[in-house]
């Protein structure tokens, strides 16, 4: 458990590092989150951090039970609220917080925060490689229950990784870098070459 936590504690530190960095107008830039730009996937990875449990469940409340709209309306309303440098400041003295996403454990804290930050960088076209020990974590808690809430349908198909040994499902395979091949299992808009 003391490993996972310093990779996730890693992954946040080298991501707000690389926020800290961006100019003024990238924090503006769309991401690969439809409909969000920099600044609220920001504040939606930091939003754990600054809503406590009585909170988060008031904005459920507030949304009906309905958990992707709350979300949503979390990181704007949060986004128009808090500064660049208060989002990065956060997820930086955070690094080590014991975060986890219901019924996710910490390697679901961990995809959270890669899948999040490569949101990010690869749509502002940032060179950012994620250690290959994260990816392993994250790719290792793939399974059909994440495609369905992904509405990905891989059916006939194997992901096969060119970077790392890692290959998920069966079929026609498809193959490129380990980190292309997540973004498009959780329903990103990304290139991935003919297998």
């Known amino acids: 458990m003391t490993e996972i936590r310093q990779l996730i504690a890693d992954e946040r530190r080298e991501l707000a590092t690389l926020l800290k960095e961006l100019p003024a107008e990238q924090w503006d830039a769309p991401t690969l989150c439809e409909g969000w730009r920099v600044r609220e996937v920001v504040a939606h990875l930091t939003a ?3 809503y406590s449990t009585p909170r988060f469940l008031l904005e459920m409340l507030r949304s009906r039970g ?4 709350m979300l949503d309306r979390m990181a704007r309303r949060d986004a128009a609220e808090l500064t660049a440098a208060e989002l990065a400041d956060c997820l930086a003295a955070n690094a080590n917080h014991p975060w986890k996403p219901p019924g996710g454990g910490f390697e679901g804290a961990l995809s959270h925060d890669v899948i999040h930050g490569l949101d990010i960088t690869v749509a502002l076209g940032i060179d950012r490689v994620v250690p290959a020990e994260r ?3 994250v790719l290792g808690g793939l399974s059909e229950k994440g495609l369905k809430f992904f509405g990905v349908d891989l059916t006939g198909i194997q992901l096969r990784a060119t970077d790392l040994d890692w290959s998920f499902g069966t079929g026609r395979v498809v193959s490129g870098p380990a980190q292309d091949l997540l973004l498009k299992v959780c329903g990103r808009a990304v290139p991935i070459p003919k297998g």
């Open 135 to 137: 990816m392993r974590i």
């Open 66 to 69: 309905r958990m992707n709209p």
């Open 48 to 50: 754990p951090y600054r």
